[in-house]
């Protein structure tokens, strides 16, 4: 059984900046993928950002880029997500999720075996 808790989410200015972290509980840390993903009111689940099991190589959508950072410390069994220069559209549910099959897509809700219970970011503008 994986375990993934997130935690960091607040209310902020726009400009300011979070940092989202996410530890994971259960074997084989170092063998999974992890991503974020956010879900505003009323809209469906979006990706956000994921690095592989080796943390070799990135990936984040178009609005984030330039302002949000992905990383993992294998030995806290945690991922991060830092926040620089928030905009008020940064506003919702922050998820962190688990995948461990390596052939399937990051941009994929269904590829992922687990998910946090979610931590609320609010940028106010």
């Known amino acids: 059984q994986f375990d993934l808790e997130e935690s960091g989410g607040g209310l902020v200015h726009a400009g300011g900046s979070l940092t989202l972290s996410c530890v994971a509980s259960g074997t084989s840390f170092i063998a999974n993928a992890f991503s974020w993903y956010r879900q505003a009111p009323g809209k469906e689940r979006e990706f956000v950002a994921a690095l592989t099991s080796s943390g070799d190589r990135l990936y984040y959508t178009d609005s984030v880029k330039g302002r949000f950072t992905i990383s993992r410390d294998n030995a806290k069994n945690t991922v991060y997500l830092q926040m620089n220069s928030l905009k008020s559209e940064d506003t919702a549910i922050y998820y962190c999720?688990?995948?461990?099959?390596?052939?399937?897509?990051?941009?994929?809700?269904?590829?992922?075996?687990?998910w946090g219970q979610g931590t609320q970011v609010t940028v106010s503008s």
């Open positions: 999720g688990r995948k461990s099959d390596w052939s399937t897509s990051y941009y994929a809700v269904p590829s992922y075996d687990s």
